[in-house]
């Protein structure tokens, strides 16, 4: 089946500090990959997305490349800040279903 | 410009209720999302919409819960009768395309505690 498996937090990281938050999927056909963020008290916003493999997508210093070879499509930022504490999704549609990681929970300390 | 509005924001109800959880989506959107959070079970997809017809039902739980969009800008998720196990926050979102994969811009969701 279709699945999206994400790092288990909570992540706890001071500033300027290098971000990887890892996410690994199972899925039928081709699917396209997206990074969501939740900040506290707000719905998910799309942070980035990648529809191909190789594609990299990217927004705010954040990247993930969408790697089939190993089925991984990883969040990365060189330097995170205090206000990217937040909740980081790991999501892909194949057809129409829409399937969600559960999500890690990033705290950045001054 | 006014994204995805729902209301109420905090719903607190006793089991056996009528729960009634509103949706305006983004003016111009043609999809409508509903989706449920809990910490057992993350984000799950309930239903979604296109041109105010449900395209998708799968995700709804149970006969309990049921969705409407009786035009573009107004979506309702009914749950009757409530249960302690619905308790979550429920998000809708919206999208410009037909396709899931078009970007989706959510609410800010609704908390609802079945006591």
């Known amino acids: 089946g279709n699945s999206v498996t994400q790092m288990e937090g909570p992540v706890t990281l001071s500033e300027e500090a290098f971000l990887t938050i890892n996410c690994t999927y199972t899925?039928?056909?081709?699917?396209?990959l997206f990074w969501y963020v939740q900040y506290p008290g707000e719905g998910l916003q799309l942070l980035l997305k990648a529809t191909k493999a190789d594609d990299k997508g990217s927004n705010k210093g954040f990247e993930a490349t969408y790697r089939k070879e190993t089925t991984s499509f990883h969040l990365e930022k060189g330097s995170v800040q205090v206000s990217d504490s937040a909740v980081y999704f790991c999501a892909l549609i194949t057809g129409n279903q829409f399937y969600f990681g559960t999500g890690t929970s990033l705290t950045v300390i001054p | 410009d006014a994204g995805v509005i729902q209301s109420p924001r905090h719903e607190v109800t006793e089991m056996g209720q009528e729960v009634t959880l509103r949706c305006k989506p983004i003016?111009?959107?043609?999809?409508l999302f509903w989706y449920r959070q809990t910490m057992m079970r993350g984000l799950e997809l309930l239903i979604y919409f296109n041109n105010n017809v449900p395209i998708d039902d799968s995700g709804m739980p149970e006969d309990r819960f049921s969705a409407k969009m009786p035009n573009a800008s107004f979506s309702t998720l009914k749950i009757q009768p409530s249960e302690p196990r619905d308790s979550a926050v429920y998000f809708c979102?919206?999208?410009?395309?037909?396709?899931?994969?078009?970007?989706?811009?959510f609410g800010p969701g609704t908390r609802l505690t079945v006591l």
């Open positions: 003016s111009g959107h043609n999809s």
């Open positions: 899925a039928t056909g081709y699917p396209s």
């Open positions: 979102a919206s999208s410009l395309g037909t396709s899931v994969r078009d970007t989706q811009y």
